[in-house]
DNA sequence: TTGAAAGCGCTAACAA
DNA sequence: TTGTTAGCGCTTTCAA
């Protein structure tokens, strides 16, 4: 409060001492007798001096900012998994002073991405979502610059951290098997995001056995109510719902429909959220914590950033929960 | 592509002038003739040189990032406002060279926007929500940073850019009653949100002489629902929610009360969105441009950073979609 | 029209 | 344990 903008010349001359005093005080780098330290930062705290990062960024080559890159045109209910996460990496970033400079990507446009590298304003990034060929992983990897990815990827030599989709779907497939399901049918999204093929190889290896249908690249509304559609036209027992945004597409069609569930047809759905957690039945489905899928991230880009070694893949758990749509 | 880490100075050298030369080249400031500034920029452009914006920052006393602070806990609903008003906000900054950095307000935790103004990361902040006694906006004013709020304020000299809520809720609400409605009902969301006030204005004032109840405060979905009941037993003719996730909500009671709209009740909704948009039959609501919202908050922010004067407040525009759901 | 030199506020060898 | 002295890469007076 005192003072708006002192410098750390001002307090190595107010205290008699050396600016490489002050700074080593400061940074906990270098011996320095406890008085002197101690000295200092009670100026320090009594001033409220607030080192400029600018400077310290340039002098050390760091922004002290990590890039946080998420699709520009995302559906709404993926929205709120971005939200859950980001929130995990602004956690974990905030304790160690880092901020975060957030780029989006239409399609596959990743100008933005390039100008935030081209200009160095990050120390490191971390990629909100993965595509197969992902053309922002290759620019990532040409950088040169740490990353993480949130979701998996093929591309050698990236570090990444998922959600278990596949054992979790094959963990729920083999479930619904078990209850005597005869035939079953996937709805998914669209097939170049690497979480639409794990998903979609859990459920076949879980069904392993079940007559089974997929319906890939079902996006629009209408798309997936055809889905439905040729579902029950072909009499299958469940319906299961790749994320919650189809399965609560699918939810309204079979209501509109007059199918009861779970006795007219099953419904289960790959991923959950507060988009469907009011449907009555309650729906069977795959239960993450995205928050600490970012906080994973970001404390591992930290260490990546800090030098050291981190593991290349780190899968996090999920949860079954089973309800009344799989009766 | 052909040079890594060129520095002006490199530059200079090779090109046998001094580094205020290129300088002057790059930024157009100061005389300079054609053809040294040609042959400086063609240099630039054939080695891909980028300027270091940390040691520009430092020299200028800026960080060409501004501060996009929006509600870590929102809905998902609002999650896509805050969401299409960014892309406004980046298409602008982009444009000038900018980046965003993200900030979350908890409740009424700022400790994330005090560290990022303590620590100068920024040169301006966007609000991207203002409540009443808005406690980021007296942060923002006391330390003296250009900001501006996306949504009003009473706030004395806070630059504000916002829908016209008021006028657009009273427009709404008067055709409402032309149409004859005897009785209302407003379901309304937390009243410390300076737009749930503006709109709770614009339907009284809209639905003058017509007998009309108010329920502020309605945040969970049973609270909702409870309202609902209310204006059912009290046979309303009209429920107006507030915004497009009550009336997400509204019409999913609606639906399983078996009350018929808008026969049994007309249903409209102060704020359009997806949620909303695949109902049948269609609502009746007012229709926003979130993303020309953050454009122009953008770009009135850039202005000041820039010391220029602008408007302090900018209503923009709405449009009313009369649907079936209030024949 | 151009250049020399000081400085933005901090870090980090290297000395003392 | 502390201080001296160069930088980090750019902008900006002030001279030439």
Same mark, same amino acid.
């Given at each position: 409060?005192?003072?708006?903008?002192?410098?750390?010349?001002?307090?190595?001359?107010? &205290?008699?001492?050396?600016?490489?005093?002050? *700074?080593?005080?400061?940074?906990?780098?270098?011996?320095?007798?406890?008085?002197?330290?101690?000295?200092?930062?009670?100026?320090?705290?009594?001033?409220?001096?607030?080192?400029? +990062?600018?400077?310290?960024?340039?002098?050390?080559? =760091?922004?002290?900012?990590?890039?946080?890159?998420? #699709? %520009?045109?995302?559906?709404?209910?993926?929205?709120?998994?971005?939200?859950?996460?980001?929130?995990?990496?602004?956690?974990?970033?905030?304790?160690?002073?880092?901020?975060?400079?957030?780029?989006?990507?239409?399609?596959?446009?990743? %100008?933005?991405? &390039?100008?935030? @590298?081209?200009?160095?304003?990050?120390?490191?990034?971390?990629? %909100?979502?993965?595509?197969?060929?992902?053309?922002?992983?290759?620019?990532?990897? /040409?950088?040169?610059? #740490?990353?993480?990815?949130?979701? *998996?990827?093929?591309?050698?030599?990236? $570090?990444?951290?998922?959600?278990?989709?596949?054992?979790?779907? =094959?963990?729920?497939? *083999?479930?619904?098997? +078990?209850?005597?399901?005869?035939?079953?049918?996937?709805?998914?999204?669209?097939?170049?995001? $690497? $979480?639409?093929?794990?998903? =979609?190889?859990?459920? !076949?290896?879980?069904?392993?056995?079940?007559?089974?249908?997929?319906?890939?690249?079902?996006?629009?509304?209408?798309?997936? !109510?055809?889905?439905?559609?040729?579902?029950?036209?072909?009499?299958?027992?469940?319906?299961?719902?790749?994320?919650?945004?189809?399965?609560?597409?699918?939810?309204?069609? @079979?209501?509109?429909?007059?199918?009861?569930?779970?006795?007219?047809?099953?419904?289960?759905?790959?991923?959950?959220? *507060? @988009?469907?957690?009011?449907?009555? #039945?309650?729906?069977?489905?795959? @239960?993450?914590?995205? /928050?600490?899928?970012?906080?994973?991230?970001?404390?591992? +880009?930290?260490?990546?950033?800090?030098?050291?070694?981190? !593991?290349?893949?780190? &899968?996090?758990?999920?949860?079954?929960?089973?309800?009344?749509?799989?009766?």
């Amino acid at each position: 409060m005192t003072n708006e903008n002192l410098t750390i010349d001002d307090i190595a001359r107010e &205290l008699g001492v050396s600016k490489t005093t002050v *700074s080593r005080s400061i940074s906990g780098k270098g011996r320095i007798s406890e008085t002197t330290r101690r000295r200092v930062l009670d100026f320090i705290e009594k001033n409220n001096y607030k080192p400029n +990062l600018m400077a310290r960024g340039l002098a050390q080559s =760091r922004t002290y900012n990590i890039g946080w890159v998420v #699709p %520009g045109d995302s559906e709404m209910t993926a929205l709120s998994f971005f939200q859950q996460c980001m929130l995990g990496v602004i956690d974990v970033a905030t304790q160690a002073d880092y901020d975060l400079l957030i780029t989006t990507i239409f399609d596959h446009n990743i %100008g933005g991405l &390039l100008r935030v @590298l081209d200009n160095q304003k990050v120390d490191g990034v971390i990629l %909100g979502q993965t595509l197969t060929q992902d053309p922002a992983i290759r620019a990532l990897k /040409k950088s040169g610059i #740490p990353f993480v990815t949130v979701g *998996s990827t093929d591309e050698k030599n990236v $570090v990444q951290v998922d959600h278990d989709h596949r054992n979790a779907c =094959r963990e729920l497939a *083999s479930i619904l098997k +078990l209850k005597g399901i005869r035939s079953s049918v996937l709805i998914a999204g669209a097939e170049n995001k $690497v $979480v639409t093929q794990a998903r =979609r190889r859990g459920f !076949e290896e879980g069904m392993d056995g079940v007559s089974t249908t997929v319906y890939m690249n079902c996006e629009r509304t209408e798309e997936i !109510e055809q889905a439905v559609e040729d579902a029950l036209r072909s009499k299958t027992d469940c319906i299961v719902c790749e994320d919650d945004r189809i399965c609560y597409i699918v939810l309204g069609k @079979l209501r509109r429909d007059g199918v009861p569930i779970p006795s007219g047809v099953r419904v289960a759905s790959f991923y959950h959220s *507060s @988009l469907i957690e009011d449907s009555q #039945p309650a729906i069977t489905s795959l @239960l993450y914590d995205p /928050k600490a899928l970012g906080a994973t991230a970001c404390r591992t +880009l930290l260490a990546m950033i800090a030098g050291e070694t981190t !593991e290349p893949r780190q &899968l996090l758990g999920y949860e079954v929960m089973l309800k009344a749509s799989t009766l």
